[in-house]
């Protein structure tokens, strides 16, 4: 089970918001924070074990179609939800303990959506790669057909929906995330779990005897890949 620190968490739950609340419909301002807020109830409360999940889907001010070179895409609105079941490891880690999933669907202005996936990080017996994001049917008669599991480099919900944001908000998020309150501290933790999870991927390359994508895709972290 993969570990990580209540400390680089709950920095994340702290700092991710001050720089994300911009971006988020006034609406669902109260019900983020709450989100962001439960991890350190739950670091702080007897409980062992807890589901840490949005309370509703969340959703982002309308994009003015800044997806595309000088705003010239569509009107649409963001949503996240996730659902991360966790429970307390030894002194200040905990370790996901079931589904570690995060959703995300881009939606017209009159709700229809347009696109949706997930950003999962698998089971050890899970097939494809530990970090993936899944395309997900829209109906319509699609199938909804477990792969491609394509790679991915979220590794928790916060850093998911940073992922949203920049690609909905191209120029807006890179410079908010630049200058924002809570860039520093926020920039801190990212750049820690990205040295080391990239760092892992170049290990596992390096495997000799098999194909370096056949190496990655099946590898499967150390439990202290985050925490040490």
Request: net charge neutral; proline share 5%; aromatic share 12%.
């Amino acid at each position: 089970m993969l570990k990580f620190r209540f400390v680089d968490a709950v920095r994340e739950s702290i700092e991710f918001p001050k720089l994300a609340s911009f971006f988020i419909s006034r609406e669902d301002q109260v019900a983020f924070r709450r989100f962001a807020d439960d991890l350190a109830r739950f670091r702080d409360s007897s409980q062992t074990e807890a589901t840490w999940q949005t309370p509703m889907p969340i959703s982002t001010k309308v994009s003015e179609g800044e997806y595309e070179v000088d705003g010239r895409g569509a009107r649409v609105v963001g949503s996240f939800s996730t659902i991360w079941e966790i429970k307390k490891a030894e002194p200040g880690l905990f370790v996901i303990a079931g589904n570690a999933s995060t959703s995300f669907s881009i939606m017209r202005e009159d709700g229809s959506i347009v696109r949706s996936w997930n950003m999962d990080i698998a089971a050890h017996d899970s097939p494809g790669c530990h970090f993936h994001s899944q395309i997900v049917a829209r109906g319509d008669g699609e199938w909804n057909i477990s792969v491609p599991r394509l790679p991915g480099l979220a590794v928790s919900p916060f850093s998911a929906f940073e992922f949203l944001l920049s690609e909905l908000f191209q120029t807006e998020w890179a410079l908010r995330s630049q200058t924002a309150n809570g860039a520093q501290g926020w920039r801190a933790v990212q750049k820690r779990r990205l040295e080391k999870l990239l760092a892992w991927a170049a290990r596992e390359i390096d495997k000799p005897g098999v194909s370096p994508w056949v190496a990655f895709k099946t590898a499967k972290p150390n439990a202290d890949l985050f925490s040490s």
